[in-house]
Nanobody, 115 residues
């Protein structure tokens, strides 16, 4: 089992920045890919960014050049630096960890971007 706890959401004006943080505990040695997903109002959950244990990253087209995902394997953490935020980035952001064919999810953290 893997437990994920997110922090760092909040309210920010358009053009501003936020940093999300996720700490994993439990059977962290099983984790291969970690990432962030989001679910906006009335929308399905979508991928934001992922990062492998080796540091290979993948981003949704909508956030490329604005968001940066990073990972500390020693501390079992993953972060998402979000710059140039837009109102359409408003969503609940979920941390994800993939381990042994299972996906684990955090409780989510709200990000609200005002125009």
């Amino acid at each position: 089992q893997v437990q994920l706890v997110e922090s760092g959401g909040g309210l920010v004006q358009a053009g501003g920045s936020l940093r999300l943080f996720c700490a994993a505990s439990g059977s962290t040695y099983r984790i291969t890919v970690m990432g962030w997903y989001r679910q906006g109002p009335g929308k399905q959950r979508e991928l934001v960014a992922t990062i492998t244990r080796g540091g290979t990253t993948n981003y949704a087209d909508s956030v490329k050049g604005r968001f940066t995902i990073s990972r500390d394997n020693g501390k079992n953490t993953v972060s998402l630096q979000m710059n140039s935020l837009r109102p359409e980035d408003t969503a609940v952001y979920f941390c994800n960890a993939h381990a042994n064919l299972y996906d684990y999810w955090g409780q989510g953290t709200q990000v609200t971007v005002s125009s």
